[in-house]
């Protein structure tokens, strides 16, 4: 009988042991993953939540002189590459246009209703003819590349700038033509309407 107690007092005190065996296993091993481990939060706390990321040829904003637009594309091949950036560009030219006609100040010299989608839409399909005539009328202010060194990629980055005057004075004479215009509105009080919307433009769109 005594033999027998022994016995299972011998079992509880195994199964005991071996239940607080596995209880210390599972501390230690939620400790080492645990956010709250010291010597892994310094880790943590140091990493930015945020990187900031600064495009080549950026921040060349239009002046007196010039009308700049920004242009980048991609490919394996580098003349691809630099094909597509300018591509680009020139199809900035066109929204670049079409967003600053449609704008408060200038679009006050406008004839029709300025507020419908039809004015919009008239405003981009001018917009696409004139930056369509300065396919060879710009020059490159900025041209840089990067490569992803994983795929072997290649971007191009361009910034191409054309004479501003030159360039407004189509679009005036484009809408001028289509008989979009007020009468009394020349084109030197055109220019300075569109001077005024372009700052704001480029101010809203960081460009």
């Known amino acids: 009988m005594k033999k027998q107690v022994f016995n299972v007092l011998l079992v509880s005190v195994v199964v005991t042991m071996s239940v607080m065996s596995v209880s210390c296993g599972s501390t230690k091993k939620l400790a080492a993953v645990s956010v709250t481990d010291q010597k892994e939060m310094p880790k943590q706390v140091g990493m930015p939540a945020e990187v900031e ?4 040829c950026t921040g060349m904003d239009s002046d007196e002189e010039f009308l700049r637009v920004n242009g980048n594309g991609s490919s394996k091949d580098r003349t691809m590459a630099k094909d597509r950036a300018y591509q680009n560009a020139l199809a900035g030219l066109a929204t670049k246009l079409a967003g600053v006609a449609s704008s408060d ?9 300025a507020d419908g989608e039809e004015f919009h839409d008239k405003m981009v399909s001018v917009s696409k003819v ?3 005539a300065n396919v060879a009328g710009y020059r490159t202010s900025c041209e840089k590349y990067t490569v992803n060194p994983t795929t072997g990629a290649y971007t191009c980055y361009v910034t191409i700038e054309l004479g501003k005057q ?8 484009a809408l001028n033509n289509q008989k979009l215009l007020k009468a009394d509105y020349d084109f ?10 372009l ?5 809203a769109n960081n460009q």
């Not at 100040?105 to 209703?113: L, W």
């Not at 030197?188 to 919307?197: A, C, G, P, T, V």
């Open 130 to 132: 004139v930056a369509k």
């Open 188 to 197: 030197d009080r055109y220019l300075e309407m569109f001077d005024k919307d």
């Open 166 to 173: 030159k360039v407004v004075k189509e679009l005036y004479e």
């Open 199 to 203: 700052k704001a433009y480029e101010e």
């Open 105 to 113: 100040n200038t679009k006050v010299a406008v004839s029709v209703n």
């Open 53 to 56: 990321v600064v495009f080549p």
